[in-house]
């Protein structure tokens, strides 16, 4: 068999961990090979190590037979390799054109010839049915509509090997549907994809081969016709992971949390809010979904009271918070897990036991009129350690040197031993592995079952569809349709992400 | 274990930045023309030779431990407070106020109110950059810097009022009442000046310790230091910390202010002595903002005064050559301080991806 990539016993070393423990990979010709791993299995840097970006510490990388020279620098493209990476390294005050061909312009004498280089990225968008307004600027671009840029970038540079590091991550499921036709079609003329992702249902769904990576060494890789979603997990994780016991649902109507017609405009007048309606039930857990950036943020920061919106009204318990502080909202009753977490979650710099504490330190049970209580504080800190089986289960440790599935942990930790009537959760797997990420999951639908309330604001479709009982979807600063988990599917959901009424 | 460990390792920069300070403080020795090791000889002998030397070093310090501490304290909180000049000088004024025009108390209760009172006037003037900050964001290096030349000059009008001033030719007030006099520690050294206010400053350095490392106040502090965003969806507020944080350093200087006046000079004197504030600075960059890190390095300073005062007596050096060597400490110490701060920075980019 014919491999257009080999790479053979590639090993990576990082200070602190062995990013590629001699790992082996072949790559057919033609294919789309999915690289699966949970975080920090090393994937990314197998790819940089493939496209010349980071050198190996040992091995060695065939690309059609050459080995590649690993003493001196190379860039990828010199053997048909392009990469699009996990965030996009675009120029926003560019044009889409401009920023495709930055780098190798064809030239007219001393000028641009901006004719020919259009005429060219016309024909591969054409080629591909890619399509992106070539005259915009990036900044006024979608994420979609710029890693498509990204795309005809590598394309134009004549790559016959395109890797992509989760490029789904950010997109629609439409979006993901047609970059999936995108990649087709580069497939059926001859080039070859490899692409990252840890969402497996799509590997099942496009890949033609997978290798599973865990923890810097190679697991595996087989046809996928000879494994299924189950099979991989357990592959990615190493144990298997049991499926999510069913919601026992009790929902009452009486609300929790009712948020009436709520607004927010800037201060530069923009309007990032619209007309936002909507109640949660006692048990009920509400999901909001979207694509990034349409206003989940805002709306988190006015429910937590960190921004007073400029019209409307957010009733918690019966009472108008609208104007209360985030402090007294969080003694009523709510807690909440924000979407960044080392911005927002925690303080890097101290200890894991003092962002234990960290907005409970005025519980009596913490702290006098004047001093902390070293002893309780520590205390509670060793029991949320072991209950949430934080690593390493050191309260002493600095939190900011945590993984983020334990760092996320951690708020979790803090947040529901408040225990609130209300969870407000943002993101709250984002970027965390499957072990993590399941642990949350838990810990929502336990919030839940126990008949208090979880308002879960997610960007992970699968997620708001396996965990809320309805979901609201936004777009642009409003909620353009809300419902029950029964009617939701992805098709539905995915047509409001982008904008299309209920 | 690894507390420990990293305890110590703490002090190990600020020593390497110290040693490199010695061996190019050594060099310039030298190119003057002159012997490094005899000049190190009179240092130490005019620092820490004899019990004179200690008690004028442990002098020296005094009001640099006041004003380290009004640095570190405003410093934890993510704030840079330059204004510990114009704060100790209207805490000075203040001492000097209460001390001369309040008589008729016993001494216990004169001093305690004289500090007080000093205390309150540098947190007052503490407080004017704390809340320009917190309520409209005007950045607080600016105002502190203005309010030191803003305190230099208002307390420069007011004691040459006829009220305050002495009769004379020189703009300074009369001596204290004797009831406000902090009393020398002349057991140490009949002459000294040093006096009650060291061991004041001593308190104030475990009290504020016990602020900041174990007190609800100081984990807020702290917390809206370290990250003022999750500080306040923590729902600490960030405008009080900040103004209470400025009003502690505020307080702290001015109680330097007052040590001067009551424990040194006996009467406020226009320009008032400077640059203890500036120097505060540099102390708490060396005792990394820690109070007893700020002890320490309060000492130090201290002791490159007083060694300084006596190089200056003893050999042909000029006096001079000890502000050179603080500037090359401080040089040396900012360095290191930002090179661990960038080396952090580097790695949390490296391993955030
Ligand atoms: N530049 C770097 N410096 C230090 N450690 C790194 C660096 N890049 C990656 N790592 C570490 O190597 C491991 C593998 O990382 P990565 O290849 O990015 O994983 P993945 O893409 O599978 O999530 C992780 O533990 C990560 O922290
Ligand atoms: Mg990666």
């Known amino acids: ?502 | 274990m690894m507390m420990t460990r990293s305890r110590l390792a703490g002090f190990v920069p600020p020593l390497i930045s110290l040693l490199l300070a010695a061996a190019v403080s050594a060099v310039v020795i030298l190119a003057l023309g002159e012997d490094p090791l005899n000049i190190g000889r009179v240092m130490f002998s005019g620092s820490l030779g004899s019990l004179r030397s200690i008690a004028n070093t442990l002098e020296e310090a005094t009001p640099l431990i006041f004003t380290g501490l009004c640095v570190a304290v405003a410093m934890k909180c993510g704030l840079f407070n330059i204004g510990g000049e114009g704060q100790l000088v209207v805490g000075a004024f203040a001492a000097a106020w209460v001390g001369v025009k309040l008589t008729g108390l016993d001494p216990v209760s004169h001093v305690v109110i004289c500090i007080a009172v000093a205390g309150m006037a540098g947190a007052m003037w503490a407080l004017i950059a704390g809340v320009l900050k917190a309520r409209f964001g005007a950045h607080e290096v600016i105002n502190t810097i203005m309010l030191n030349y803003v305190a230099f000059i208002v307390t420069n009008y007011l004691v040459n009022l006829a009220y305050f001033k002495k009769p004379g030719q020189i703009p300074q007030t009369e001596d204290v009442a004797g009831t406000a006099l902090l009393p020398r520690l002349d057991f140490i050294y009949t002459y000294t000046r040093l006096n009650l206010g060291f061991i004041l400053a001593v308190l104030a350095v475990i009290v504020v310790f016990l602020i900041l490392e174990r007190s609800k106040l100081g984990f807020e502090i702290r917390s809206v230091g370290l990250n003022p965003l999750a500080s306040r969806a923590s729902g600490i507020s960030v405008v009080s910390n900040t103004i209470i944080a400025m009003a502690i350093g505020g307080f702290l200087a001015g109680l330097g202010g007052a040590e001067r006046v009551l424990g040194v000079h006996k009467h406020f004197i226009s320009p008032f002595p400077f640059g203890y504030g500036f120097a505060g600075i540099a102390v708490a960059l060396l005792g990394r903002n820690k109070p007893f890190g700020v002890l320490l390095a309060a000492i130090f300073f201290g002791a490159l005064a007083s060694g300084g005062a006596q190089v200056d007596m003893e050999t042909r050096v000029p006096r001079e050559l000890v502000t050179v060597i603080q500037a090359i400490v401080i040089i040396f110490v900012a360095c290191e301080y930002l090179v661990t701060k960038m080396g952090i920075r580097i790695r949390g980019v490296a391993t955030s991806e």
């Open chain 1, 1 to 502: 068999m014919d491999y257009v990539v080999r790479m053979k016993d590639i090993t990576k070393r990082f200070p602190r961990v062995v990013a590629n423990d001699r790992v082996n990979l072949n790559i057919k010709e033609g294919e789309i090979h999915a690289l699966v791993g949970e975080n920090g299995a090393g994937k990314s840097t197998l790819m940089n190590v493939l496209y010349g970006l980071t050198r190996p510490d040992g091995g060695e990388v065939c690309v059609r037979g050459d080995v590649l020279p690993a003493s001196t620098g190379f860039l990828g493209l010199d053997y048909g390799i392009g990469m699009i990476h996990q965030h996009f390294m675009l120029i926003g005050q560019f044009t889409a054109l401009e920023n495709i061909i930055l780098g190798a312009e064809p030239r007219l004498g001393p000028m641009l010839d901006m004719r020919k280089a259009r005429d060219r990225v016309q024909n591969l968008m054409d080629e591909y049915g890619i399509e992106v307004d070539l005259d915009r600027r990036i900044d006024a671009l979608s994420v979609g509509e710029e890693q498509r840029v990204e795309i005809l970038r590598v394309l134009y540079r004549d790559a016959h090997i395109i890797i992509m590091d989760e490029p789904t991550a950010v997109l629609t499921p439409q979006e993901t549907r047609s970059l999936f036709s995108t990649l087709k079609m580069l497939t059926q003329s001859g080039r070859t994809v490899v692409f990252i992702t840890h969402k497996l249902e799509e590997v099942m769904a496009m890949a033609d081969t997978v290798t599973v990576m865990r923890a810097g060494s190679m697991i595996g890789t087989m046809p996928i016709s000879e494994t299924d979603v189950a099979g991989l997990a357990e592959m990615m994780v190493g144990r298997r992971i049991e499926d999510m016991p069913e919601r026992d649902a009790d929902i009452t109507y009486e609300h929790i949390l009712k948020i009436e017609d709520v607004s927010l405009r800037s201060a530069k007048g923009q309007q990032l809010l619209t007309g936002i309606s909507l109640e949660v039930h006692a048990g009920e857990i509400f999901g909001i979904c979207g694509v990034d950036g349409n206003g989940q943020d805002e709306l988190f920061e006015v429910l937590i009271g960190l921004r007073r919106p400029t019209q409307g009204r957010v009733i918690f318990l019966e009472r108008d918070i609208t104007h209360d502080p985030t402090s007294r909202r969080l003694k009523a009753g709510m807690a909440h897990i924000p979407p960044d977490r080392i911005r927002m979650g925690l303080v890097g710099d101290f200890t894991v036991r003092e962002n234990l504490i960290l907005g409970r330190h005025t519980d009596g049970r913490f702290s006098g009129r004047v001093f902390l209580k070293a002893r309780a504080v520590a205390e509670s800190a060793d029991s949320l350690v072991r209950d949430f089986e934080i690593e390493p289960p050191v309260p002493e440790m600095q939190a900011g040197l945590l993984s983020g599935g334990n760092q996320q942990k951690v708020i979790a930790a803090r947040e529901l031993s408040r225990d609130p009537e209300l969870l407000i959760a943002s993101q709250p797997t984002r970027g965390l592995d499957i072990g993590a990420a399941r642990m949350i999951h838990d810990l929502i639908v336990r919030q839940a079952d126990s008949g208090q309330s979880v308002f879960l604001i997610s960007a992970d479709l699968s997620e708001v569809m396996k965990l809320a009982d309805r979901i609201g979807v936004m777009y642009r600063g409003a909620i353009v349709g809300v419902v029950e988990r029964t009617e939701a599917t992805e098709e539905n959901l995915g047509l409001m992400m982008a904008g299309a009424k209920a």
